[in-house]
């Protein structure tokens, strides 16, 4: 079946740091690729997204490209803030009548100063 | 501006009791969620409505019922609670089911602990 599969945390950085969060899918056909972001005590929030293959998602810093070849869509910044501590989760999702958000474990990163 | 509006926040149940949580969106998406997030296991979707007068079940239904009540609003209801429902529930919509690329919005979360 469809899955997404993450690195385990936490994952512990230094401020300046450069962070990859890795995230691959098991899946049949061409889903859309989500990162999305949980603060502390809020709900989730999107981050950023890729709808095809090749594609490159990109938002405060972050960046993740949609490689098909190897069913991946690593999360990476060049230079971690503390403020970027929190989970960090992986989806994908399909069109059509499978249209459910499949998430990954979430990755806890812990930023320090 | 307030998205997806879920209460309560905290609530803590007996072995047995019943409760129903509410979700209310304000952005008119067709689609509503319920999802359980417990450590380790990531989200896990409960049930979905992909419009309004329509509910399907997900991963994990069971000891669940939910209410589509309007096109706003979406119940989940947990009719005699146990411990294995202690977990933390949130609350998702997003406009358009059958659109891979649509972004699903969430609310702050219900944080249930049955004894």
């Not at chain 1, 809020?42 to 069913?71: C, H, I, P, V, W």
């Not at chain 1, 230079?79 to 929190?86: E, G, L, R």
Request: aromatic letters at 12%.
């Amino acid at each position: 079946g469809n899955s997404v599969t993450q690195m385990e945390g936490p994952v512990t950085l230094s401020e300046e740091a450069f962070l990859t969060i890795n995230c691959t899918y098991t899946a049949t056909g061409y889903p859309s690729l989500f990162w999305y972001v949980q603060y502390p005590g809020e709900g989730l929030q999107l981050l950023l997204k890729a709808t095809k293959a090749d594609d490159k998602g990109s938002n405060k810093g972050f960046e993740a490209t949609y490689r098909k070849e190897t069913t991946s869509f690593h999360l990476e910044k060049g230079s971690v803030q503390v403020s970027d501590s929190a989970v960090y989760f992986c989806a994908l999702r399909y069109g059509g009548a499978t249209n459910k958000l499949i998430f990954g474990t979430g990755t806890l990163l812990a930023v320090q100063p | 501006n307030a998205g997806v509006t879920q209460t309560p926040k905290f609530q803590v149940l007996k072995t047995g009791q019943s409760m129903t949580l509410q979700c209310a969106q304000d952005m008119n998406h067709n689609s509503m969620y319920w999802y359980r997030q417990d450590p380790g296991m990531g989200l896990r979707l409960i049930y979905y409505s992909a419009s309004e007068g329509t509910t399907d079940k997900g991963e994990v239904p069971n000891g669940y019922n939910v209410s589509r009540l309007n096109k706003r609003e979406f119940s989940l209801r947990l009719e005699s609670a146990a411990p294995s429902q202690t977990s933390v529930y949130f609350c998702a919509s997003s406009e358009a089911q059958g659109q891979a690329n649509t972004e699903a919005f969430f609310g702050q979360g219900t944080r249930l602990t049955v004894v």
